[in-house]
Structure formats: structure tokens, C-alpha cells
């Protein structure tokens, strides 16, 4: 193959991200330089994240106009001038919303053989080991906790969940409609899910928590958090990842009660990247692989087929629409 179809970042959002926000294009595919690899994608993973590339800069640079849009995926090795990988290894890491990326080697994470690939994105990936390390290495978690995990029928949400539920917590879901709440009772198994959209929040936590909130494994920011600060036991931990009710708005709500309540309640805020602690994703991942193989940790995935499903995808998503996972397959 001499071209590969790519999804460009055709202009900014006013405020809302939308379909026409990007484009298809087909561009050549160059020689590849020492060190780099020709990758073939297997999935794309759809992630909050992508919208605040778009927004600026963050841990990484910001996603230009005109700039083929970045995503963590899976992918096949079709040619390499890298001798860690081979034709035909299976590699993970940053490639692009492309049918065809080039990357270093160095760049990328050379997989062993798996059935499923989608496992390198989910329980195996970032939104498991998010999961896993917010609740035991940030907030440091114990049996009887009792933990609300916000998004909780999101991609880390539900791990955040079970994980919780699997340590002996007491587990309290919040997500915004009574659909996904019915979902997340049913099908991850914790004690509650909470309609954060419907009530008065605070006094709804306050008649569900009466003894308060231990730990709050937080996705969304904003006026929620600042909602489940007023509900946070003394010496309270609250582990962010994430902030996806700031992505895709052109201004920004933070909590009004900070530092205020964090002085009062005495609290621990932190925020975290999966990237903080790739020492303990060894011991991270042979927990929820145990887990896993043992039918107690469970996998939902929202997919897509089609590279240029991606924009709605990612739309999808940033709108509350995903069950779990959302993936691209191409």
C-alpha cells in the first residue's frame, strides 16, 4: 500500500464538539526512518481525553487544525526498521486515527499474543490500571470503605466500581441518567447508582451516606464534585483522573468550595495519571487478571466498526451515550 485513509482535525469547536469538527483524507505513506515501524490499526481506543487534546495543551500537545487526530490503539506490525519488532508482532501505544500509522518503536509497547485484543484497552490497559491505581495507590482504599465513583458506567468507571465492590467496600455509582444507573446495578453488581442529574444532590448523598463518603474516585470535576465534597467523611481521600465536564464547554466551573472544605473536612485531593505508576502495573495487572479469569471482574465494550465511526464515537461518548469501553474497529 502506497495511501491510508486518516481523520484530520478540520477546525476548533465554538463550544461543542460535532461530526464536521473533522474529515477523511487519504494521504501517502512515506519510508519509514531507523527506528520507526509501519502499523496497521486493530483498534482505536475512544477516550474524554481526546477532546481536551483539541481543547490545548495538556500531558501531551495540543491537536492542531489540520493535524490527523492521535489516540491510543492496538495495532499489527506490517514493517519495522526497529529490531525489538518484527512483521506481524502486535504493538500498543499512540498511533492515529489512521488505517495506517508510523511511530518509533521506542514509542510503542510490544504485546504478547492475545485472543482478544480489546483486553489491551480495557482490564489489561489504561482504563483498568487507571482504575486500580486511583483506588489503591491514591486513595488507598480498605474494606468497609464506603466509595462513590462518578461516570461509574464509563471505561474506568466500572472498573473503579468492581474493584471497590471487590475489596469489601461499600460501592455507590453515580451516572446521569436512570438508564445507565439500572445498567451499572445490574450489571457490575455494587450496593447503589445515583441519578446525579435528577434532586438535590447533596442532600440525595447525604440521605444515602448519613455517616458521609470515605472516598470519591472522581471522572467529571465541576459543579458535581464540588456537590460530593459537602458529603465527604473527615480525612476523606479523593482521587481525580479525570474532569470530562470540562472537555467539551468553552468555560470552565470549577468546585466553589475549595479550598474552603478542604481545610474543614480535612481532605486529601490528588490528582493522577496511569502513567504515574507504571512500576506497579506489573502487581496491578496480575490482580485483575485473577480477578478476570475468575469471572468476578467484568468487561463491557461499546464498538464501533469503521475508521470513520470515530468522530461519532468520541461524540458519543463526551454526550453519556457509551456502556463501558468505547472502541473503534477497524
Not at 294 to 320: M, Q, R, S, W
Request: net charge positive; glycine share 8%.
Amino acid at each position: 500500500m502506497d495511501k491510508t485513509k486518516v481523520i484530520i482535525l478540520k477546525k476548533k469547536p465554538k463550544e461543542f464538539l460535532e461530526v464536521d469538527c473533522f474529515s477523511i483524507e487519504e494521504r501517502p505513506i512515506r519510508e519509514l526512518l531507523e527506528g520507526e515501524v509501519l502499523l496497521k490499526t486493530i483498534y482505536l481506543s475512544i477516550d474524554a481525553a481526546n477532546r481536551a487534546w483539541i481543547a490545548g495543551p495538556t500531558y501531551r500537545s495540543e491537536v492542531l487544525v489540520g493535524d490527523i487526530m492521535p489516540a491510543y490503539g492496538v495495532a499489527e506490525v506490517i514493517e519495522s526498521k526497529d529490531i525489538k519488532f518484527k512483521k506481524g508482532d502486535i504493538a500498543s501505544g499512540e498511533i492515529n486515527w489512521a488505517e495506517y500509522t508510523i511511530n518509533f518503536g521506542k514509542l510503542l509497547t510490544k504485546e504478547k499474543p492475545i485472543k482478544n485484543p480489546a483486553d489491551l484497552f480495557t482490564y489489561r490497559g489504561i482504563a483498568g490500571l487507571t482504575a486500580c491505581h486511583g483506588l489503591i495507590n491514591v486513595a488507598k482504599i480498605k474494606p468497609k470503605d464506603t466509595v462513590l465513583v462518578s461516570s461509574a458506567a464509563g471505561s474506568v468507571g466500572m472498573f473503579a466500581c468492581q474493584i471497590a465492590k471487590l475489596t469489601g467496600c461499600n460501592v455507590i455509582g453515580l451516572s446521569s441518567s436512570e438508564e445507565k444507573c439500572a445498567w451499572v446495578r445490574k450489571s457490575l453488581g455494587i450496593d447503589t447508582c445515583i441519578d446525579y442529574t435528577k434532586g438535590d444532590l447533596v442532600r440525595v448523598l447525604k440521605k444515602q451516606c448519613p455517616e458521609g463518603i470515605d472516598v470519591y474516585f472522581d471522572n467529571v470535576g465541576g459543579s458535581l464534585l464540588e456537590n460530593v465534597l459537602y458529603n465527604m467523611k473527615i480525612h476523606g481521600r479523593v482521587a481525580c483522573c479525570g474532569a470530562v465536564s470540562q472537555y467539551d464547554t468553552s468555560g470552565n466551573y470549577g468546585p466553589k468550595n475549595i479550598p474552603g472544605i478542604l481545610v474543614t473536612k480535612r481532605l486529601r485531593l490528588q490528582g493522577f495519571l496511569v502513567l504515574d505508576f507504571t512500576s506497579e502495573n506489573q502487581e496491578a495487572l496480575e490482580i485483575l487478571s485473577k480477578w478476570s479469569s475468575c469471572g468476578h471482574l467484568k468487561v463491557f465494550t461499546d464498538e464501533y466498526i469503521g475508521l470513520e465511526k470515530a468522530p461519532v464515537a468520541l461524540i458519543d461518548l463526551l454526550n453519556g451515550k457509551n456502556m463501558g469501553k468505547t472502541l473503534v474497529k477497524l
